[in-house]
């Protein structure tokens, strides 16, 4: 159990919190998806890194979220409808996992979902880079979902998109809203590809979406999970400050690394930290916990070496050579 009365406990959290905030910054996602495991891998039960890691979802993306509006990245519309939408998904989760605990069976099936999840993700993010690589290769076609973008009734989400069927919105928020409440994430590293995949949003609009989208839902998770005392906000709190100020970091060094090579080292990345939470199920405690924070730490150390201040370094030599 995490000892938040500890002075040391503080300053380590806020440590996590800002390589997790550089991870989560350079690769574009929330960070909860690292935060969850990590939290139970340190020893909080898993429950609690659930509803712990939704309050840390609501309160980082708030913040990354009020800067994507006003650049006009966020179609306020596809918002509040998946946000509140999200809430049927979450309320059928978040009381199968509170069902769960009481079986004492909520930390493996959370565990196996995530590695599950990290797997399907990072594998399928290296294949669709491969693919991109060799445009000849077929792709497999949703035959169910084109069906149901075929269904109307059709709303226009914005002047610059053409009509969409609601039902793929419906689908994708009760998606989401599922694994927010049984994962413990904020979603956006899952909503980000649904709505560039199935509604063709641009890149930047599906981001800026996307985290108002998780203010809104993982908020409401948070409280179904506060009001069973699954919530840490002090821990919650220490780790959103150390992630506001390494998010700065991550999205800078996005300058200077190519889109192709970025989507290589998420998928690296995702499939990395699977193997961290396989580690924790197989019961090897010590091992996993220095292997996850190794993995976040020097990943994080990494971005900022390598890709921050790369280019100013050089920039700096050939001054003074000239």
């Not at 708030?62 to 999200?86: D, E, P, Q, W």
């Not at 609601?166 to 994708?172: A, S």
């Not at 991550?250 to 989507?263: A, C, D, M, Q, Y």
């Not at 080292?265 to 930290?273: D, G, N, P």
């Amino acid at each position: 159990m995490i000892d938040l009365e500890s002075v040391y406990t503080w300053i380590s959290l806020i440590l996590i919190g800002f390589n997790i905030g550089v991870v989560s910054g350079f690769f574009g996602v929330g960070g909860a998806f690292i935060l969850t495991p990590l939290l139970n891998i340190l020893g909080l039960p898993m429950v609690s890194a659930v509803g712990t890691g939704l309050f840390f979802a609501g309160m980082v993306s708030c913040v990354a979220g009020i800067r994507h509006y006003f650049a006009g990245n966020t179609i306020i519309k596809v918002s509040i409808m998946l946000g509140f939408l999200s809430f049927i998904g979450i309320r059928i989760s978040q009381p199968l996992v509170i069902y769960l605990n009481l079986l004492n069976l909520a930390d493996i099936y959370i565990r196996v979902l995530y590695i599950v999840i990290l797997l399907l993700l990072g594998i399928s993010t290296m294949r669709k880079r491969l693919n991109n690589a060799h445009p000849d290769s077929k792709q497999k076609k949703f035959f169910l979902l084109e069906w149901i973008a075929l269904m109307p009734p059709k709303i226009k989400i914005d002047s610059s998109y053409p009509l969409i069927s609601i039902w793929l919105i419906v689908l994708i928020a009760l998606v989401v809203g599922f694994l927010q409440g049984f994962m413990g994430v904020g979603g956006g590293f899952i909503i980000v590809p649904l709505l560039i995949i199935f509604l063709d949003m641009k890149p930047h609009h599906a981001v800026g979406t996307s985290l108002l989208t998780v203010v809104i839902s993982s908020i409401f998770a948070a409280y179904l999970y506060y009001q069973e005392g699954k919530v840490i906000i002090l821990a919650a709190i220490l780790l959103g400050a150390g992630s506001l100020f390494g998010v700065n970091f991550g999205v800078r060094g996005t300058r200077n690394i190519s889109g192709e090579n970025l989507k290589k080292f998420y998928a690296i990345f995702l499939i990395l930290a699977a193997l961290g939470i396989m580690l924790k199920e197989m019961q090897f405690e010590i091992i996993s916990m220095i292997y996850m924070l190794t993995l976040t730490i020097g990943v994080a150390l990494l971005i900022v070496s390598r890709f921050c201040f790369q280019k100013q370094c050089f920039g700096i030599f050939k001054k003074r050579n000239h």
